[in-house]
């Protein structure tokens, strides 16, 4: 054994810019990949901790910010768009920056939602979104409004730091709104420290946005968390570094973490590169301990098959003690062995798969400084709506309020904000895109309910089980990655898939997972629905099939190119089959189709006319017809 600084052939962050103490590691690299970094990785060196050039190009009388400034900006929690349906000719880009929050668990204060709601009419488009990380994005802010924007976040103990970029996103948990249930207490208090210990610590942020000013916060950090993040023992952390944990290269790729209680599956689990679920004494609730699972990420590239959406798996457990020191092991690894030579391989799930999870576990308990404890036995994962009325356990109710898609305007932007303002009421963001109002007295009841129905937001009971379980990422026009539309497309879809149920005589109750991105990198974790359309082309969509209503398993990809137009065509022999071949009411969609197989499901639609068999290979590769579905023979 030799320590990572060492060994020649692998050079490791310590070498870069000081001298320092790394992990112990084998004697043979880790990986055959040699020490060739893309654009991004030599951008984030040389920016002085994601200062330069951003701080110079904020002042500039451009409305655009360069490539080198916007891979920095990522990190400060924003990215630079450009409204395509709003070009002028002749005129270039319209460019506009997309501002996300970052709160642990989705908690929103009186304050934040208040001052949310306000920036979007001042700076945004008038329009806040709810993201399936439980923030806010706010769309359309112009480059000179920038600082005002995030200065104001900051001011109202908001923060946008780590939003986006090659760090930890913002930390996930259910949004269960219980007073009363110390093992959820417990979710929130880890959610906040995980958080905190990952944060960007070098002061770029305030001095980006602040000018450099001093910015206290009320909330104090847990000392346990500092001492964590400082601790230079087994080489999770670099001694004098201004990024202890991160180093001046930060991660290779972005890093999500989720919390949860067992059984508890409201914030798709699975799909996170590190999972910590809280383990309590049965009877009293206590924190025993952490089961922590690693290596999910939903992201993928149409074409490229070795890129693709994985679930994260068992790693072991962790005393209560142990949980930072566990974290920060993990993130250790990957910061050190991730791909910093093509970002589509540098996500932690590429590296467990060319590792395994024995050896991925080995190296991070070198850096943890002793072994995981066994995996623990775990109930079935479900999913948790919260929507509707809740008992808190403290005499308050909380209301979880469905909003399509994430998207707050109009009349039920205005309610919304009458209701938290009038009553003080702090919120959450949940996974689904939806809010809870939280702290509401009993007798308020009434008035929230006929408030929010008339603004057009009405109960839960009353929404079709299909649009409840949907979700869709914005997608166009705005996000330079759409090649399709989403968000705007989603609500008819979902309308479609009912008419055709209704047609075949489902009942009204009928429901599954649909969920509709207009990209392959899968925000809206397509790949976990029962019904997944990805986007592949201005007006075509991928279809995967085979996830399941509690998010425990992957879809397949079905079909491609499969024109929106032709929906009720493509979809009327596959729900048909459905009715006729279900083993009963209990059993989804989702698990239906996994069950009986593409080949039998595409014998149907052939059956059926909905899709042709495809054509041979002619002389130059025989492309299939413009416009015509490719169907997966297998799954």
């Not at 949940?430 to 809010?435: E, F, H, K, V």
Request: hydrophobic content about 40%; proline content about 7%.
């Amino acid at each position: 054994m030799q320590s990572a600084c060492s060994t020649p052939s692998r050079p490791c962050m310590g070498q870069r810019r000081s001298v320092i103490t790394c992990v112990a590691t084998p004697s043979r690299p880790p990986t055959a990949h040699g020490p060739k970094r893309s654009k991004v990785e030599i951008i984030k060196e040389k920016s002085d901790f994601l200062r330069h050039p951003l701080m110079q190009e904020l002042v500039t009388k451009e409305t655009n910010i360069s490539e080198e400034a916007v891979q920095l900006m990522k990190f400060h929690g924003s990215y630079q768009q450009d409204d395509r349906e709003k070009r002028a000719f002749g005129s270039g880009k319209l460019y506009q920056f997309m501002m996300r929050t970052k709160q642990p668990s989705g908690l929103v204060s009186n304050k934040l939602y208040l001052v949310m709601d306000e920036l979007a009419d001042l700076y945004g488009n008038g329009t806040l979104r709810l993201t399936t990380r439980q923030t806010f994005q706010l769309h359309g802010v112009l480059k000179g409004d920038l600082k005002t924007v995030f200065s104001s976040v900051i001011k109202a103990m908001g923060s946008t730091l780590g939003a986006c970029g090659d760090v930890n996103r913002n930390v996930c948990s259910p949004p269960a709104p219980f007073t009363d249930r110390p093992d959820y207490a417990a979710v929130a208090k880890v959610s906040e420290d995980v958080a905190a210990l990952l944060a960007p610590q070098s002061g770029a942020y305030y001095d980006v946005w602040l000018d450099g000013e001093k910015f206290f916060s009320l909330a104090r950090e847990d000392p346990a968390v500092t001492a964590a993040r400082l601790d230079t023992s087994h080489g999770a952390s670099f001694p004098g570094s201004p990024e202890p944990i991160y180093g001046d290269l930060f991660l290779p790729r972005k890093f999500k973490v989720a919390v949860t209680v067992p059984g508890d599956n409201s914030v798709d689990v699975l799909t996170n590169d590190l999972v910590i679920v809280v383990l309590s004494d049965p009877a009293t609730r206590a924190t025993t301990g952490y089961h922590l699972m690693v290596g999910g990420g939903m992201g993928r590239s149409h074409g490229k098959a070795s890129t693709f959406p994985h679930l994260a798996a068992d790693l072991g457990t962790v005393a209560p003690a142990d949980l930072l020191a566990a974290v920060k092991a993990v993130v250790a690894v990957q910061r050190d062995y991730g791909r910093r030579d093509d970002r589509k391989q540098a996500r932690l799930k590429y590296l467990i798969v060319e590792w395994g999870m024995d050896k991925f576990r080995s190296v991070a308990e070198q850096y943890l400084g002793k072994r995981f404890g066994p995996p623990a036995a775990l109930p079935p994962w479900e999913f948790r709506p919260y929507l509707g009325w809740m008992e808190q356990g403290d005499g308050r109710l909380a209301y979880g309020v469905y909003v399509r898609n994430g998207r707050v305007r109009g009349e039920a932007k205005k309610a919304l904000r009458a209701l938290v303002e009038r009553h003080d009421l702090p919120l959450t963001i949940t996974a689904n895109q939806n809010l809870i109002l939280r702290d509401v007295r009993p007798e308020l009841r009434d008035e929230v309910e006929a408030t929010l129905t008339a603004a057009g937001l009405p109960g839960h009971e009353t929404l079709d089980p299909l649009d409840a379980l949907s979700m869709a990422c914005p997608a166009m026009p705005l996000c330079g990655l759409a090649i399709g539309e989403a968000e705007r497309a989603s609500p008819d879809i979902v309308r479609r898939l009912r008419g055709v149920l209704d047609s075949l005589g489902f009942p009204a109750a009928e429901r599954f997972v649909v969920r509709v991105t207009g990209c392959p990198n899968g925000c809206a974790r397509p790949y976990m629905a029962e019904l997944g359309l990805v986007g592949d082309g201005a007006t075509s969509y991928q279809v995967w099939l085979g996830g399941t209503h509690g998010a425990t398993q992957l879809a397949q990809l079905y079909a491609e190119r499969v024109k929106l137009d032709d929906f009720e065509k493509f979809f009327t022999p596959l729900f048909a089959l459905f009715k006729e071949q279900r083993l009963g009411p209990e059993e989804s969609f989702g698990e239906f189709t996994s069950r009986f197989g593409f080949p039998a499901l595409h014998a149907r639609q052939l059956a059926d006319g909905a899709v042709e068999e495809p054509k041979a290979k002619g002389p130059r590769g025989g492309r299939k017809p413009a416009g015509s579905a490719r169907v997966a023979a297998s799954n």
